[in-house]
């Protein structure tokens, strides 16, 4: 057994990873950049090691430095976790060379499955079902536009090398095509140093549904069943499940022994995921569900299955590592149960689920989910890396009883002054059609608009609040975290502004008080405000109604679309700024003239530097 092992990763995926090596007795040793150096990966594991500046590419994304420090420490064995380097042949490789055990599969079976269009070509000559496509080299636009137009719209351009949403692009006529073809081919050449992309036919109501696989170096492989990862936004998962809602016996049974023929087609060795897209027109049937991709190292959405098998996953990463056979074979397997998962991310659906960084100044998570975090109270989301809290995550003995449990967990989080979707992650737990099983992957698109605004605020909230507010002076103002229980008739009014500056005229219950608060937060539903009285001479509004469009957090501007002097219509596009490894495209609040220009393709910015002012103008 591996006695010592560097984390070659972060936040909440290293932090899973030192929990189980601890529980074997292995020694961990964490990396950090300079941005990571109190993260709470660092305290928990044995040693710690920094290995560069807080961007990833100058820290976490140099191989070498993480094999110089797993030497310099002693370390056997590394393991990558997800993202990063781990699905890096060649940094497997290099670990491999340097006399230490790599955690994950052979670098020949990342290579082979690596590519989208390679990984296609394989399956198919291996039998495995594909969709339709093309997968060639020819990149030419117009030969790709042809292409297109063969294969019939919708169309999915894809980067070969991509994942994550990344890189990839829904087309609906070939009047958008060289537009979204040029965008799709700059976020892969910025995400992964590859341009290249396929085509695929678009399934018009698919379903994601990926397969847990796990091979060791005695030649077995098995299966773990199936998660259902359907619910995504901008091809980013948000809610996964397993099992898959409406899988008969027979269809998870064919299903997955076309996972485990694609695993032994590259010899595969340790946790991978064989994904599938069904058309679920018709309901989850074999004959229309085709092989996707393979991501060759552990998920994040691993939680859910190790929550229906009893398997730690992560252990079974460092046995097959250590050259031990899987712990259980194929017929002791079982399905217990089903478990959800759902990804707490530090963003802002009301802005366009805008990233949102910050100190995490209150956190509290709920004791009935199993939380994976990388986080605690008094850190901070920082704007170099995946802006993810935290995964929270049911188990329950049907679909039901996980689903409920994970709706009162998400009530029971409460995180701020940061802002996050959780509220928009309950509003999406208690849609009918997800309640009845009835997802694909366009759900969260057709429904957008009733998930992401906060509802009005209770009067029991807004009374609390008021009350305590306006309580007698004291010895100086503090700040208040309050629950809503009021049973006496109101004898008091007040004025109380939000942190988005609504204004409530509020009736309100007096009561003692020791100490004058100076602000309250309230937790009600996944949504978080903080109450203050209202400053007469505040104005209220926002840097939007006067035209100054701001940057919302540090990044590069990839694109400027508009000059001094131009007009625009409200919801045009301005400016696209790369941050957090995602684009996001700032448009007109309103149709006016551009009367200042601060952007300039390239530049780096600040957050709140002012990029364009519109002045409104008669269209």
């Known amino acids: 057994m591996i006695q010592s092992l560097l984390i070659a990763n972060r936040g909440e995926i290293a932090c899973r990873i030192i929990r189980t090596a601890r529980d074997m007795g292995i020694r961990t040793i964490a990396v950090y950049s300079d941005a990571d150096a109190h993260a709470l990966h660092v305290r928990e594991a044995d040693a710690a090691v920094h290995i560069g500046p807080s961007a990833a590419r100058e820290s976490y994304l140099v191989g070498a430095k993480i094999i110089a420090a797993a030497k310099a420490t002693g370390a056997e064995a590394i393991h990558p976790g997800y993202g990063f380097l781990s699905e890096n042949a060649e940094f497997a490789q290099a670990v491999m060379d340097a006399g230490l055990i790599w955690v994950g599969p052979r670098p020949d079976s990342i290579t082979a499955m690596g590519l989208k269009d390679a990984a296609k070509k394989l399956m198919a000559e291996a039998g495995v079902p594909v969709t339709p496509g093309y997968m060639g080299d020819n990149q030419d636009p117009n030969f790709l536009s042809q292409r297109a137009a063969e294969i019939g719209y919708p169309v999915l351009i894809k980067a070969v090398a991509g994942g994550g949403g990344k890189g990839m692009r829904k087309v609906d006529s070939a009047g958008d095509f060289a537009d979204a073809l040029a965008s799709c081919q700059r976020e892969a050449s910025a995400s992964f140093g590859n341009a290249h992309v396929l085509i695929e036919k678009y399934i018009q109501r698919p379903r994601h549904i990926e397969v847990q696989v796990f091979g060791d170096t005695h030649g077995n492989i098995v299966h773990l069943f199936e998660r259902d990862c359907s619910l995504q936004r901008r091809h980013q998962k948000v809610i996964e499940e397993a099992p898959a809602p409406g899988m008969d016996e027979a269809t998870r049974a064919q299903l997955c022994a076309v996972a485990v023929k694609a695993a032994k087609a590259v010899d595969y060795v340790g946790a991978g995921t064989i994904e599938f897209i069904a058309d679920a027109s018709e309901g989850l049937r074999a004959d229309r569900i085709w092989f996707m991709e393979m991501n060759t190292r552990l998920q994040v959405e691993h939680p859910v299955t190790e929550e229906i098998t009893g398997v730690d996953l992560v252990e079974w990463q460092l046995r097959v590592a250590s050259g031990e056979p899987l712990p259980l074979q194929q017929d002791a397997l079982r399905i217990n149960g089903w478990a959800m998962e759902a990804r707490l991310y530090a963003e802002n659906p009301a802005t366009g689920f805008l990233p949102s960084i910050g100190p995490l100044d209150h956190l509290s998570f709920p004791e009935e989910l199993r939380v994976d975090t990388g986080v605690e109270q008094g850190g901070e989301v920082s704007p170099y890396y995946d802006p993810m809290v ?118 309100f219950d007096e009561i003692e008080a020791d100490e004058p608060t100076a602000d309250v937060l309230a937790f009600a539903d996944g949504f978080a405000r903080r109450y203050v009285l209202d400053d007469p001479r505040g104005s209220g509004h926002s840097a939007a109604s006067d035209g100054a469009i701001l940057s919302p957090m540090p990044g590069r501007i990839i694109a400027v679309d508009v000059a001094v002097g131009d007009t625009v219509s409200k919801g045009q596009k301005l400016v696209t700024l790369e941050a957090m490894k995602m684009e996001h495209s700032l448009t007109a609040p309103f149709d006016g003239m551009v009367a200042e220009l601060n952007a300039e393709t390239g530049a780096q910015v600040q957050v709140e530097a002012l990029l364009v002012r ?6």
């Open 390 to 507: 935290a995964k929270l995550i049911s188990w329950g003995e049907t679909r039901d009883a996980a689903m409920d449990r994970l709706r009162d967990g998400i009530d029971d989080t409460e995180v701020w002054p940061v802002k996050t979707n959780a509220g928009f992650l309950g509003r999406l737990l208690d849609l009918e059609a997800f309640g009845l099983g009835d997802i694909d992957t366009g759900l969260i698109a057709r429904e957008v608009d009733n998930l992401v605004h906060p509802s009005a605020p209770e009067a029991q909230e807004l009374a609390e609040a008021a009350a305590l507010l306006c309580a007698s002076p004291g010895d100086g103002p503090v700040s208040a975290i309050v629950g809503f229980r009021l049973n006496a008739p109101p004898r008091a009014e007040a004025r109380l502004l939000d942190d988005a500056g609504n204004l409530y005229v509020v009736a």
């Open 614 to 619: 519109i002045e409104a103008v008669e269209m």
